[in-house]
């Protein structure tokens, strides 16, 4: 799997957009982007993946590079249950089980 | 519907005791994974079981086991205990559906303490 590269920490208003990065530059073709998060004293949460094309849900946007060498998470409008640690890695889409390996991902605060 | 739950909340024990932890998956998930989430290492794969089966394992030693039984519940089980082996244990279950990501569903862990 490639390895990702994500800031150690970010701030953010609470009922602002919380715009978290991620470098993926050794991607490869068959491997999605796939973002989770960890509550503090709480198991991970999956929120989105994508391969290349921006993706949407109910809880975030993923906007892909055309390059697909970083991407970035959109929370649109941050509460202050939105802080947590977020974890993008990069994997290929693989039905004989999704081990997952998360590194240190991103801390965000969200500030009243 | 109940999510993944994880048994016992807490636990310390001290080296070179046997801990076991147990997990149950959601309703109707046949598959269980488990996680090693030490301090500042990140989140590393352990095991993974399916049907009962162990379909694969993370790079840790075999006193890391576990199984699944029957009704797809699991335990881990891990032996001759470390000081370093003092973490945070996630569990997670998920379907298996052919050709489409399976998104794992995680517990909310147990926190095994080695002294």
């Known amino acids: 799997d490639a390895k990702t590269t994500q800031p150690p920490s970010m701030d953010c208003a609470e009922g602002r957009a919380a715009n978290l990065p991620c470098n993926h530059s050794t991607i490869s073709g068959n491997e999605y982007v796939y973002w989770y998060r960890q509550i503090h004293s709480q198991g991970p949460q999956y929120i989105i993946h994508?391969?290349?094309n921006n993706e949407t849900n109910e809880m975030a946007s993923l906007i892909i590079t055309e390059d697909r060498k970083s991407s970035t998470l959109i929370l649109p409008h941050a509460t202050l249950r939105d802080t947590a640690v977020y974890y993008c890695i990069v994997r290929v889409l693989n039905n004989a089980g999704n081990m997952l390996t998360f590194g240190g991902g991103t801390r965000l605060m969200v500030k009243p | 519907e109940a999510g993944v739950t994880q048994s016992p909340t807490h636990l310390i024990k001290t080296r070179g005791q046997q801990a076991t932890l147990r997990c149950s998956p959601i309703?109707?998930?046949?598959?269980v994974y488990w996680y090693q989430q030490a301090l500042g290492l990140g989140l590393q794969f352990l095991l993974w079981y399916d049907e009962g089966e162990e379909r694969n394992r993370g790079n840790f030693p075999p006193r890391f086991s576990g199984r699944q039984f029957p009704n797809y519940s699991s335990e881990l089980n891990v032996n001759a205990l470390e000081l370093e082996d003092s973490a945070l244990y996630l569990c997670?279950?998920?379907?298996?559906?052919?050709?489409?990501?399976?998104?794992?569903?995680f517990g909310p862990g147990t926190r095994l303490t080695v002294l």
């Open positions: 997670a279950s998920s379907f298996i559906v052919l050709l489409s990501y399976n998104e794992q569903f």
């Open positions: 309703s109707g998930h046949t598959s």
């Open positions: 994508g391969l290349k």
